[in-house]
């Protein structure tokens, strides 16, 4: 042991600074929170930092981060925090870029799926209090359709003025039919429903007019029904 600078190395060749006992190939440790820093070209510092409760890795100074593997930069943390994958120039909060593989995977790892459960989905949720207050306000999501895992749909939900945050407003059914205001594929269902295999559009509603066209600028032909 080196009393002067407080460093060990023991029989193994590991390396301790401010452990006797380090149990890796270099260990630092301190009393409140141990921090490796390195200075580069221009005052750039990065710092690894075990504290009490957090781990950081990051650099104290106003530079990016990169994260490399086989010897190239493969994602990056720019000064304002946007987070690039594919692109160390990311002008958004998370940017994906590749050729055909900007792509976002979401995976249930479930093997027994039930009927109507979610397989994944994207959230969008606001912080004002005001209006419905704070809390998810829409979102896209694929559920399962039924309990083997056969058949899937996908949703769209919203937020208006009344009492309920995020509720459906569009459903993809596991047969491609789109539904617009309904959740099942019914004739006497309020709402629109385009079946576009069979190509049939079926439009309900109770109490008034089912289906209103309007021509604009000219007179002329408002429908054309052939046979």
């Known amino acids: 042991r080196d009393a002067a600078s407080g460093i060990d190395i023991d029989s193994s060749g590991n390396v301790g600074i401010g452990t006797s006992s380090p149990d890796s190939l270099l260990e630092v440790s301190g009393a409140d929170e141990s921090q490796i820093k390195m200075t580069g070209a221009s005052g750039v510092e990065a710092v690894m930092r075990a504290s009490a409760n957090t781990v950081t890795l990051g ?11 086989g010897n190239s930069a493969r994602m990056a943390i720019d000064t304002s925090g946007n987070i690039g994958v594919g692109t160390l120039s990311p002008d958004t909060l998370l940017h994906l870029a590749g050729t055909d593989t900007a792509i976002i995977r979401l995976e249930n790892n479930d093997t027994t799926l039930g009927a109507n459960q979610i397989i994944g989905g994207l959230e969008f949720e606001k912080r004002d209090g005001s209006g419905q207050g704070v809390g998810v306000i829409g ?8 309990s ?3 058949s899937f749909y996908l949703t769209l939900s919203t937020t208006d003025g009344g009492v309920s945050n995020d509720i459906e407003r569009v459903r993809v059914d596991a047969s491609g039919n789109l539904l617009v205001g309904k959740t099942s594929s019914a004739t006497n269902t309020v709402g629109v429903e385009l079946d ?5 559009g079926v439009f309900t509603r109770d109490g008034n007019a089912a289906i209103e066209v309007n021509r604009k600028t000219s007179d002329g032909t408002i429908i054309n029904l052939r046979k």
């Open 139 to 146: 979102g896209m999501r694929m559920y399962s359709n039924d």
């Open 59 to 69: 650099s104290n100074t106003s530079h990016d981060l990169y994260l490399r593997t």
């Open 148 to 150: 083997v895992g056969s």
């Open 196 to 200: 576009g295999a069979n190509g049939v």
